[in-house]
């Protein structure tokens, strides 16, 4: 396989899976999700951070062009990198450490993961499940600190899932700032 097709076919997949976790969308609230927490409301495991409505179905409709703060690549101390696409308050991710993806097979070496949520402020809930590129089986709900100036997320809290989630900081690597964001002027030597 040539290098071009291999960085197709992963951007592909990304894309593909970003959709298909989007599909998962709904107003009720995600079976990891504690009783009643479909909207903002402080979470029953008396953390006292508060779960948002997931759903993020309409989102990628409402300006597909939007990139939000997080978006871009992000390295988790798990050994992944996160692909990380925020449009609005919507968050998606595909997260894998397979190195060389192989078209086809299931149960590679390494984990791969697709996610989706919201972020209100910098708190990100999302709801993630393995997906059988990588050889991991797990899923849950996970809240995520974002801190703007480490550029990092941090891992609040888990619910759900068999396993602990591997990356507890996400740091970014790329890019720098949000893609959208443009010089507002030219500077002066």
């Known amino acids: 396989m040539t290098s071009g097709r291999s960085t197709t076919y ?3 997949v990304v894309l593909l899976l970003a959709l298909a976790v989007g599909g998962c969308g709904s107003d009720a609230p995600s079976p990891s999700a504690p ?5 903002a409301t402080p979470s029953a495991a008396g ?3 508060a779960m948002t409505d997931l759903s993020v179905v309409g989102c990628a409709a409402d300006d597909p062009t939007d990139e939000g703060e997080l978006t871009g690549a992000w390295a988790g101390n798990d050994t992944g990198v996160y692909y990380i696409r925020q449009v ?3 968050v998606w991710w595909f997260g894998t450490e397979v190195r060389d993806i192989e078209l086809g097979p299931t149960s590679q070496r390494g984990f791969a993961s697709v996610a989706s949520g919201r972020i209100v402020g910098t708190q990100v809930d999302l709801e993630w499940v393995d997906v059988p590129l990588g050889y991991t089986v797990n899923g ?3 809240t995520f600190i974002y801190d703007e100036e480490r550029g990092e997320l941090t891992l609040a809290e888990q619910r759900g899932g068999r396993l602990p989630f591997g990356g507890t900081v996400l740091t970014r690597i790329q890019p720098d700032a949000p893609s959208s964001a ?3 002027a030219t500077p002066t030597p």
Do not use: H, N, R
């Open 10 to 12: 992963q951007t592909c």
């Open 35 to 39: 009783a009643g927490s479909a909207k």
């Open 47 to 49: 953390s006292g951070m």
């Open 88 to 90: 609005g308050d919507c």
């Open 140 to 142: 849950g709900g996970l």
């Open 182 to 184: 443009t010089p507002s």
